[in-house]
């Protein structure tokens, strides 16, 4: 822990980083006379991150200062990717204003907030005014986009004309005020909850955003939810009155007690969910093989219908064959035997000679055996 006139940082290994600005931002008199490096400013405060940490909470009871050291502060607080809480705790204005966007901010009822527009001293000629007066703009614009996306984070947002014109009041306003405005996230009444905030923090970053992840266990979650948040509205509630706090004290040491249990289920439910998962794939592994076959059987299908009316066709076109075939047949041996009986009634007798020339001058492999027998037969009668 680092203790100065105007600034407290305690930063332990796994557990939140605390700091607490309690004064203007910025190097202080002495810092700036002698070089000492002491105030709230970027160097301090990296200085003395050397450990691991969860999660920020930042204390605020300041008038606000240099915004170029804020700005800087800001700026590295966001790159850390870690949950913030921003408590505002009497007040904060001007350049300390600068890390509402920066998370979750709590404001007690009886706190104020103040944004304006930026200032400094400027000496020179017309040209380094008018270069100040730019400069200032460009800083104005900087807050007003922070402010702005402060209100679009608590779903108020803002135009840029509402930002500015609330800067150019340069007005203290109250917590309901700051709320309805959308530049805080709670009013709190009394800040004695802070003393359960790390128990409260530890719980929601460990067990339950695990469970938040799964989406099979939606309604679990939700009910989880449901009554984690009846504890912290009851908390909230009561954390100002001291007959209460024994009461609070043995609710959240139900709530540290039950982490295990939570997390025991957790793993009990991650590997049920796992197994259920295999199942799936497999099943769809085997549908998806069952599928390919379905498709080959109807292929084959498909030639072998395709083969039928091959054949249905070829079948017929040989019953066409066969009957033009029995046709010509019929017709020949009728006029066979016509020609035949035609050459014994002219010639009077049965010559072998002649029914020998009579079958030589016709085709004979167009009538079969029994057609030759039966005209023999009637030779022969």
């Not at 104005?140 to 509402?162: C, F, H, L, V």
């Not at 066709?313 to 016509?338: F, R």
Request: hydrophobic share 35%.
């Amino acid at each position: 822990m680092d203790k100065r006139e105007n600034i407290l940082i305690k930063n332990e290994a796994g557990k939140p980083l605390i700091l607490d600005f309690n004064a203007e931002i910025g190097e202080d008199l002495f810092s700036m006379m002698f070089g000492s490096g002491e105030g709230i400013t970027i160097k301090s405060i990296t200085e003395k991150l050397k450990s691991d940490f969860q999660d920020i909470i930042i204390n605020i009871s300041s008038t606000g200062g240099d915004l170029k050291q804020a700005l800087a502060i800001h700026d590295y607080i966001s790159l850390q990717n870690k949950p913030v809480t921003v408590n505002i705790n009497g007040f904060a204005a001007s350049a300390a204003t600068v890390f509402n966007d920066l998370g979750t901010v709590n404001m007690p009822d009886s706190a104020m907030l103040l944004v304006h527009n930026a200032s400094t001293r400027i000496g020179g000629n017309a040209n380094d005014l008018r270069e100040g007066a730019e400069m200032l703009d460009k800083w104005d614009e900087r807050m007003a986009r922070i402010y702005q996306n402060k209100t679009q984070i608590t779903g108020k947002k803002k135009k840029m004309s509402e930002i500015y014109d609330l800067m150019e009041r340069d007005t203290w306003i109250t917590a309901k005020e700051a709320l309805d405005f959308g530049l805080i996230d709670n009013i709190v009444k009394g800040q004695k909850i802070a003393a359960y905030k790390e128990t409260i923090d530890k719980i929601n970053n460990s067990v339950l955003p695990k469970i938040n992840n799964m989406n099979k266990f939606e309604k679990i979650w939700n009910s989880i939810k449901t009554e984690f948040k009846k504890v912290t509205d009851e908390i909230f509630a009561k954390a100002n009155d001291d007959e209460q706090m024994q009461h609070i004290s043995d609710v959240v040491s139900e709530i540290s007690n039950k982490n295990s249990e939570l997390n025991t289920k957790y793993s009990e439910m991650e590997t049920k969910y796992n197994s259920e998962v295999e199942k799936v794939e497999n099943m769809t592994k085997e549908f998806e093989t069952l599928k390919s076959e379905k498709t080959t059987i109807e292929n084959k299908v498909t030639e072998s219908e395709a083969k039928i009316v091959e054949i249905t066709n070829k079948v017929t076109a040989k019953e066409a064959e066969i009957k033009e075939y029995s046709d010509l047949k019929t017709e020949l041996s009728v006029k066979d035997a016509i020609e035949l009986k035609a050459l014994i009634t002219s010639t009077g007798k049965i010559d072998t000679k002649n029914v020998s020339q009579f079958h030589t001058s016709k085709d004979t492999s167009d009538v079969d055996d029994g057609v030759l027998k039966y005209k023999n037969s009637k030779i022969k009668k």
